[in-house]
Nanobody, 120 residues
Framework: YVRLVESGGGSVQAGGSLRLSCVLSGSYGGYCIGWFRQDPGKEREAVAGVYTVGGSMYYADSVKGRFTISRDNAKGTMYLQMNNLKPEDTAMYYC??????????????WGQGTQVTVSS
């Protein structure tokens, strides 16, 4: 079992920055850990992820160059630094762990979500 707890969401104006945190506990070695987001009425989409074995990273095209995923292994925490935020980044952001960081149905564990709202 893997427990994920997000924090760091909030409201910001376009062009601003936020950093999301996800504290992971349990056995997630071998998984891909990452971030998805979902707006009401839309499908959950992958944002960024990192494989715990090998360290390969994934970024959605829409966030490349603006978002950075990182880990602090000592703290068991994963971060998503979000810069130059746009209104279209507004969504509930979910921390994830599982065999995939890109396909929601292949995610094994989800956090409770943290809301990010970007105003123009």
């Amino acid at each position: 079992y893997v427990r994920l707890v997000e924090s760091g969401g909030g409201s910001v104006q376009a062009g601003g920055s936020l950093r999301l945190s996800c504290v992971l506990s349990g056995s997630y070695g071998g998984y891909c850990i990452g971030w998805f987001r979902q707006d009401p009425g839309k499908e959950r989409e992958a944002v960024a992820g990192v494989y715990t074995v090998g360290g390969s990273m994934y970024y959605a095209d829409s966030v490349k160059g603006r978002f950075t995923i990182s880990r602090d292994n000592a703290k068991g925490t994963m971060y998503l630094q979000m810069n130059n935020l746009k209104p279209e980044d507004t969504a509930m952001y979910y921390c994830s762990a599982g065999p995939s960081c890109q396909t929601p149905v292949l995610v094994s564990y989800w956090g409770q979500g943290t809301q990010v709202t970007v105003s123009s």
